[in-house]
Nanobody, 127 residues
Framework: HVQLVESGGGSVQAGGSLGLTCKAP????????MAWFRQVSGREREMVAS?????????YYSDSVKGRFAISRNIREHTLYLQMNDLKPEDTAMYYC????????????????????WGQGTQVTVS
């Protein structure tokens, strides 16, 4: 079963930084939208950052991470990144990479149902 693979999670103190990596097989690395979501047990999965891969200037961040997180990509390596700085305890969650292979317009979807392909997640814990 081919899927996205996240890495880079871990435990960090508040104010620290982590960098997440999402490695995708070629067939799942979208030229349209890819995103990072996070989920806390018992709560809905929320998007924290998305990017229109073919035009990396088109980025979106949730208000809770704006100015602290940065999404980027390496098209040649089929890899998506999320740099997380100034981490807070409320950033603690399982973080997921997602890919949307469909063209839905120039704005990326903001809900989990907009993305068909997922990784298994990487845990981020901030204390």
């Amino acid at each position: 079963h081919v899927q996205l693979v996240e890495s880079g999670g871990g435990s960090v103190q508040a104010g620290g930084s982590l960098g997440l990596t999402c490695k995708a097989p070629k067939e799942l690395f979208s030229i349209y939208c890819m995103a990072w979501f996070r989920q806390v047990s018992g709560r809905e999965r929320e998007m924290v950052a998305s990017m229109y891969i073919a035009d990396q200037s088109k980025q979106y961040y949730s208000d809770s991470v704006k100015g602290r997180f940065a999404i980027s990509r390496n098209i040649r390596e089929h890899t998506l990144y999320l740099q997380m700085n100034d981490l807070k305890p409320e950033d603690t969650a399982m973080y997921y990479c997602a890919s949307d292979l469909s063209f839905r317009g120039w704005n990326c979807g903001s809900t989990a149902s907009d993305y068909a392909h997922w990784g298994q997640g990487t845990q981020v814990t901030v204390s």
